[in-house]
């Protein structure tokens, strides 16, 4: 959130003094005399510099940013693979299961004690 509002403060920072046509025109081109004008240029050209310098802060804080939301994205991927490798094995154990007679029986025997199970349950209660 702070960050939010440093760029915005930045932003701000960034387009103060700016009109709609470009930097002042009475600044820029002032007429008096030759060292006034040369004194605005300074000035101007200062304040262009720290304009790109904001700029260049800014723009490397979005490449940490990215950076960072891709390295996120890199464990995460690895992590859904991991899952769907342990997904794979277990459906692969459950079709070896119920592929043998033997096995269901057995599956059916235990579905029918936990239904009788549940009927003894709700007649006593």
Same mark, same amino acid.
């Given at each position: ?63 940490? %940013?990215?950076? &960072?939301?891709? *390295? #996120?994205?890199?464990?995460? =991927? ?7 490798? !342990? ?11 119920? %592929?043998?007679? &033997?096995?269901? *029986? #057995?599956?059916?025997?235990? =579905? ?7 009927? !003894? ?5």
């Amino acid at each position: 959130m702070n960050a939010r509002r440093d760029g915005r403060n930045n932003r701000v920072a960034l387009f103060d003094g700016i009109e709609k046509g470009g930097i002042k025109a009475s600044s820029l081109y002032s007429t008096s005399s030759h060292e006034i004008g040369e004194l605005d240029n300074e000035q101007a050209l200062d304040g262009l510099q720290d304009r790109v310098n904001l700029l260049k802060r800014l723009s490397g804080d979005i490449n940490e %940013e990215v950076d &960072s939301h891709n *390295r #996120m994205l890199d464990r995460m =991927a690895n992590d859904m693979d991991s899952s769907r490798g !342990i997904l794979s094995g277990t459906m692969d154990k459950f079709k070896m299961v119920f %592929e043998t007679k &033997s096995s269901r *029986r #057995m599956f059916s025997l235990v =579905a029918s004690f936990v239904v009788v199970f549940l009927i !003894i349950y709700y007649l006593t209660r």
